[in-house]
């Protein structure tokens, strides 16, 4: 058992409150029952509301106070429109959340976490309270401004000399630094230089292109001016490395305020930690002895309780429980019946977040308003949302008109059944060969006579190519189906076919990933609610492998109330599960039991399965010759209780970020809509049953390539612990079908229609004519040659003893860790041209300068 006593924080402990502080009248004026959006500054002498011009822009050295009140499910921020907010006890209630935010340079922290008290006190409701950090700003607060915040230095020279920011992030962080030096420049940054004369937008070697074109939209508007009239100044692009290709009178401007002799650019950022589940701590009032000597009053001790999986039953609403989140932040949860909301579950909070040096959000919430992305650390949390109620059980009653025409025109009810059609189209089905079967067939796929069979063996793969007909073209769907005991090097050859045929067919088909017990609606609605999973493998009933012949015996469980949620697997000796049906076939003859709690859907699923003459069998009314059938198996006929009606989680979107070869970063995006989405990124869409990955048509070829990683990864540092064998659907832009596009309120296929790529940005605003065919890695932002995909390195490093050299570093190669500019002066050519000459005059000029 794990036992944490958190020390208070000294300066919230021993601060002498202020009469401005101890003065509310300041939110007197804020509504308590209306939807708002409302920031403050914090001084140590004043509390001062900001006018909307400054809503974004935020000073490092002062704190600031952000409330926002929204009707749940409706966007939040500066356009929220004033409404009447009505609670009516139904389980909808109004988000309402309190940020304090403090610069990483000092600032009234805690005055501002004072002031965020007193305003949860003045509105009177539950509510959620953030300490937020500076650049490490959680997605919701992010969320409110549309066009990304401001992080300004206090006290800079804003009427001359030359000013350094970074952008970071989909919703952009500007992020202002001082001094102006190499020393903040990293080579997978976006940076803009503001000069007097020139603005310079210098792009990292490894910069992801999403912040490529913020970076270029925020440098126009700096260009621009106050005005916002013609440009006052000029702009020009500086590439990681190649800034010696710059104008002269660029590149000497650029070297009076950045010595390119002494030019230092920061590495690739290390690589995220290891996955950490999430940790759920009690808190309580400390020992009044405690075993180790402290320097200050301990705030709370916490008793770790258990780590991921968590459930909503693991809180009491008796305590107060502490979560650590790891990069998901640190979460306080009070009880309805524990003490009231107050200082001591934040402190805890943030005495956990200290001592494990954790500097991102501190979040505290009460029973039953949790937000999202609380309740998204949980498995199994019931959402409460009336709205979406409705449209659930619209959608679990829906059994007629989930044809592609109709779903189409309704992708609400697409989303909600996880349906794109009715099943109704062209199905071919293959089987994964195994080696000692490929040496005799030359081929690692065999088609499957009667795919329709709906037969399946656990350890077994099977590729499905599925094809359906919509308003706009066919559609074609990609599964690829492991059995839950197949063997990796069996599944691992199927991963390569299946890719194989995605490529043979034009990268146009969703590609589907599916685990057995894990399958998702439209691929058991394709089987029309008679899919049986078997044990064993195919070819123990037929050894050619052609036709799909059930077991004579079997006995198996069915689940399931609707065609798209039926599937049958076959019980064997070491199941444990139960069930509320179950088919039992001997030879000719075959049984379908239901237990006493099965309702009546249910019974008409396992009757659909049976799929021929059977006899009903209810709990306690079984005869004889049904005993006599099931034999030594009667153990495993296991009633299952009744299950209640989920409610799932809504979904999540995550921008995806390449860090480095196989190593993403997620951000999530609160409160999304379609124009989140664009074509040069890749992003994560979690419906918690299955999660897909969208493709933008110019987003980076590592994401196009990797993308059911993207997806694991994603999956493995989720701190809730996530089901690994979730459903992975991985689609392209274009192609969305309506289970996709129905998560998007008001989706529009033209959207990108008129949008601008990066080598026109680029052009636009070099005041250069576009080159639509070019295929300069620089202009379209995507830089994958080889030579630009390497770390940097200084020359005296790579000439340097072996034994003092990075780890990374090929001595075979060094020449490729030079950067551009450093190339062409020690080797008087580019490396496109060095790359051309034979492999014995590059030996000779490597060893010539030192690097062979």
Not at 117 to 124: E, I, K, N, R
Not at 281 to 301: E, N, W
Not at 658 to 681: K, R
Not at 811 to 833: A, G, I, R
């Amino acid at each position: 058992m794990h036992i944490l006593e958190i020390g208070a924080e000294q300066d919230e402990d021993n601060a002498v409150p202020t009469k401005a502080v101890l003065d509310g009248a300041v939110f007197r004026t804020v509504p308590r029952d209306q939807t708002t959006f409302l920031i403050w500054k914090i001084t140590e002498s004043s509390t001062e509301m900001l006018p909307r011009t400054q809503f974004g822009t935020f000073y490092d050295t002062d704190a600031y106070l952000v409330y926002s009140a929204s009707l749940p499910g409706q966007p939040a921020g500066p356009d929220v429109i004033r409404r009447e907010i009505k609670e009516n006890g139904s389980g909808e209630c109004a988000e309402r959340h309190i940020h304090a935010w403090a610069g990483d340079r000092g600032g009234p922290g805690t005055l501002a976490l004072r002031r965020a008290t007193q305003l949860a006190s003045h509105v009177g409701a539950p509510l959620v309270i953030h300490r937020e950090t500076a650049t490490k700003e959680s997605p919701r607060l992010l969320s409110y401004f549309r066009d990304g915040i401001r992080i300004l230095c206090s006290g800079s020279n804003l009427n001359g000399g030359s000013r350094l920011y970074r952008v970071s992030g989909r919703r952009p962080v500007l992020l202002q630094l001082e001094p102006v030096s190499w020393s903040h420049l990293a080579s997978d940054g976006v940076f803009v230089l503001d000069t007097s004369a020139l603005v310079v937008l210098w792009l990292g070697r490894a910069a992801n292109l999403i912040e490529k074109i913020f970076g270029a939209k925020i440098a126009y508007r700096m260009a621009r001016g106050a005005d916002k009239g013609m440009l006052s100044r000029r702009i020009t692009i500086a590439h990681d490395g190649y800034e010696q290709t710059l104008p002269v009178a660029d590149r000497n401007l650029l070297d009076s305020v950045l010595d390119l002799r002494a030019r230092s650019v920061r590495p690739i950022a290390p690589t995220l930690d290891p996955p950490r589940p999430a940790r759920l701590y009690k808190s309580s009032k400390p020992t009044r002895a405690s075993p180790v000597v402290l320097t200050q009053k301990p705030a709370a001790r916490l008793e770790e309780i258990k780590r991921a999986p968590l459930y909503r039953s693991d809180l009491n609403d008796d305590g107060i429980y502490v979560i650590d989140a790891g990069s998901r932040g640190v979460w306080a949860w009070v009880g309805s019946n524990a003490s009231k909301l107050n200082r001591g579950a934040l402190a805890a909070a943030r005495g956990l977040a200290k001592a494990r040096r954790y500097n991102g959000p501190v979040s505290v919430t009460v029973s039953g308003r949790e937000p999202l992305e609380f309740a998204a650390l949980f498995h199994k949390w019931n959402w409460c949302d009336s709205r979406r109620d409705v449209r659930l059980r619209s959608a679990r009653s829906a059994t007629t008109k989930l044809d592609a025409v109709s779903l189409a025109t309704n992708a609400w009810l697409a989303a909600e059944t996880q349906v794109p059609d009715d099943g109704s189209g062209a199905l071919r089905m293959w089987r994964v060969r195994r080696e000692e079967e490929i040496d005799r067939e030359r081929s690692a796929l065999q088609e499957l006579e009667r795919p329709q069979q709906a037969v399946f063996y656990d350890r077994d793969c099977y590729i499905a190519l599925y094809t359906y007909h919509t308003p706009t073209g066919d559609q074609t769907i990609l599964y690829y189906w492991m059995g839950g005991s197949s063997p990796n090097d069996l599944r691992n050859l199927g991963v390569k076919e299946a890719k194989d045929l995605y490529t043979k067919l034009g990268r146009l088909p969703i590609q589907a990933w599916v685990y057995q017990g894990k399958e998702p609606a439209h691929f058991l609605q394709i089987f029309k609610g008679r899919m049986v999973t078997y044990c064993g493998t195919a070819t123990n009933y037929d050894p050619s492998g052609r036709r799909v012949v059930p077991p004579p015996r079997a006995l198996i469980r069915v689940s399931g109330q609707y065609a798209r949620e039926a599937r049958g697997v076959e019980v064997c000796a070491s199941t444990t599960t139960r069930g509320a049906c179950y088919i039992v076939r001997e030879g000719a003859r075959i049984w379908v039991w239901c237990a006493a709690t099965a309702t009546g859907d249910e019974r008409e699923v396992a009757k659909n399965m049976a799929a021929a003459e059977h006899v009903l069998v209810m709990q306690g009314k079984e005869k004889p010759d049904f005993w006599t059938a099931l034999g030594d198996r009667r153990h495993l006929l296991v009633p299952a209780p009744l299950e209640e009606m989920q409610r799932p989680l809504p979904p999540r979107l995550f921008y995806v970020a390449v860090t480095s070869p196989g190593h993403y970063t997620f951000e999530e995006i609160v409160s999304f809509t379609q124009y989140e989405l664009s074509p040069e990124m890749c992003c994560i869409l979690d419906v918690h049953c299955a999660v897909y990955v969208w493709l933008g048509a110019h987003c980076c070829l590592r994401a196009k390539d990797d993308s059911r990683n993207v997806a694991l990864s994603y999956l493995t540092f989720d701190p809730a612990s996530r089901d690994p064998d979730t459903p992975i659907y991985v689609l392209s832009q274009g192609r969305e079908p309506p289970n996709f596009t129905g998560f998007f309120p008001h989706w529009k296929s033209s959207m990108w229609k008129a949008h601008k790529t990066f080598s026109a940005i680029v052009s636009a605003l070099e005041g250069k004519a576009i080159v639509r065919g070019g295929n300069s890695a620089h202009q379209n932002g995507n830089s994958e040659n080889q030579f630009d995909q390497h770390e940097k390195y200084p020359l005296s490093v790579l000439r340097g003893p072996k034994e003092h050299m990075p780890l990374e570093i090929d001595p075979l190669t060094k020449e490729l860790y030079l950067t551009h500019d450093d190339f062409v002066s020690t080797f008087n050519m580019p490396y496109c041209e060095f790359r051309t000459l034979p492999n014995w005059k590059q030996k000779e000029m490597k060893k010539f300068v030192g690097l062979f």
